[in-house]
């Protein structure tokens, strides 16, 4: 059974996407989004923040699909399949949301997000806090990761999800692959 909570927020999301469809999200407005859903400003802040912290949250959705399971009934490959997949399959949505350079931009949240992801995954296999050389090979992997996710949700997303999944773990640096590989495989 669906929370109250939950319909509110998932009423919002599929709005935002609906509008997205014509509108880009620069230009569209928490009235705008309201207005459509029928519900009020309050009600909408209730819940967020933003319309920023809206279109998080729905990528929020994706990495409970895809990132979570990672490791324990998905490789790595089949992870980041699933995530090109969805992207695809809400292509406007992504299109839309990609290209908005805000602070609290769903670009900066993917990045926080699998940094934060594949941090974790490599203190629990060294046991220890994240070395701060391999600090800076992560940030700059999830940097370019995200940036090449970008160019290609805004650009068409010609290539497919299978390509672009095997083209990040084929930019792993080896300090990484080492270390991520195994466990997510």
């Given at each position: 059974?669906?929370?109250?909570?939950?319909?509110?927020?998932?009423?919002?999301?599929?709005?935002?996407?609906k509008l997205m469809v014509n509108t880009p999200l620069e230009k569209l407005t928490v009235t705008d989004i309201?207005?459509?859903?029928?519900?009020?400003?309050?009600?909408?802040?209730?819940?967020?923040?933003?319309?920023?912290?809206?279109?998080?949250?729905?990528?929020?959705?994706?990495?409970?699909?895809?990132?979570?399971?990672?490791?324990?009934?998905?490789?790595?490959?089949?992870?980041?399949?699933?995530?090109?997949?969805?992207?695809?399959?809400?292509?406007?949505?992504?299109?839309?949301?990609?290209?908005?350079?805000?602070?609290?931009?769903?670009?900066?949240?993917?990045?926080?997000?699998?940094?934060?992801?594949?941090?974790?995954?490599?203190?629990?296999?060294?046991?220890?806090?994240?070395?701060?050389?391999?600090?800076?090979?992560?940030?700059?992997?999830?940097?370019?990761?995200?940036?090449?996710?970008?160019e290609w949700a805004v650009n068409g997303m010609e290539k497919s999800s299978e390509t672009m999944a095997d083209?990040?773990?084929?930019?792993?640096?080896?300090?990484?692959?080492?270390?991520?590989?195994?466990?997510?495989?």
């Open positions: 059974m669906i929370k109250q909570n939950d319909q509110t927020k998932l009423l919002l999301s599929e709005t935002i996407k309201v207005k459509e859903a029928g519900l009020t400003r309050q009600t909408f802040y209730r819940h967020f923040r933003d319309k920023y912290d809206l279109v998080n949250w729905c990528f929020d959705s994706l990495a409970q699909q895809c990132f979570y399971k990672m490791g324990v009934s998905l490789t790595l490959r089949d992870g980041l399949i699933l995530k090109f997949n969805f992207i695809r399959n809400e292509k406007n949505f992504f299109m839309q949301a990609f290209r908005s350079k805000d602070y609290n931009s769903i670009e900066q949240h993917d990045y926080e997000f699998i940094l934060k992801f594949y941090t974790e995954i490599i203190e629990k296999q060294l046991q220890r806090p994240l070395p701060e050389n391999l600090r800076f090979i992560l940030e700059l992997y999830c940097h370019g990761s995200i940036t090449m996710t970008v083209d990040l773990i084929d930019s792993l640096p080896p300090k990484l692959a080492q270390i991520l590989l195994p466990v997510l495989r």
